[in-house]
């Protein structure tokens, strides 16, 4: 059956900002960057991820963020990750640490310290599938109070179960307590909104 354009008009109303929101951090593409941010969190499932970027290529630093160390949760700390991107094949010397922050919001905080520091002008975020949506969001805000707004894309390590137990609960479970914490810390405004996302990503692409 062919949709005529105002039947097209009238589904493309009906998806909310949320599902265009996901629908562009799933879709996302990615582009030659100053660096890959690897960030702390689901223990050492992030790694591969970072390291297949890096081997093909598209940025030539990974920067490793967070300071938690608390198993349980899978939050691993550098010097459990640290030997893990070695062996992977990522030269000590490509891999930059920023140790210091304790959450989402602080990772977003420090590193953009470090995009000012360093000149960065693109950079590639790397989380998990469950994570990506609030960690993005965190980024953005971030983001979006800088002088001149930088590119961020959205690459998260996909290839991981959803129902496995992984020793701090299934992912499944983890991203419904994801958007939980999307509409809390969004009243708190820690986090861009879905609006931003959709214009940020408009200009984006016009910068590629």
Known sequence: MKLDSQSIGK???MITLR?????????????????????????????????DLYKAGFADKILFSGGICDFSYGSFPIYNVLPQLIEMGVPE?????????????????????LVKKYKWK???????????YRAYLTFLKNN????????????PARNLPWFKETGWGTRI???YEEFIRIEKYKKLGHLATYEDVITYQKWKEQQL
Not at 23 to 50: H, P, T, W, Y
Not at 93 to 113: G, P, R, Y
């Open 11 to 13: 589904i493309f109303k």
């Open 19 to 51: 599902e265009k929101f996901i629908a562009i951090v799933d879709n996302d593409s990615i582009s030659k960057s100053d660096v890959i941010v690897l960030l702390e969190g689901d223990g050492l499932n992030r790694c591969q991820k970072a390291v």
């Open 93 to 113: 010397s490509a891999i930059i640490v920023e140790n210091k922050s304790l959450n989402t919001k602080e990772q977003a905080e420090f590193v953009m310290d």
């Open 122 to 132: 693109k950079l590639i975020l790397v989380a998990t599938h469950d994570h990506q």
């Open 144 to 155: 979006l109070e800088l002088e001149k707004p930088i590119l961020i894309f959205n690459s």
């Open 173 to 175: 479970n983890r991203l």
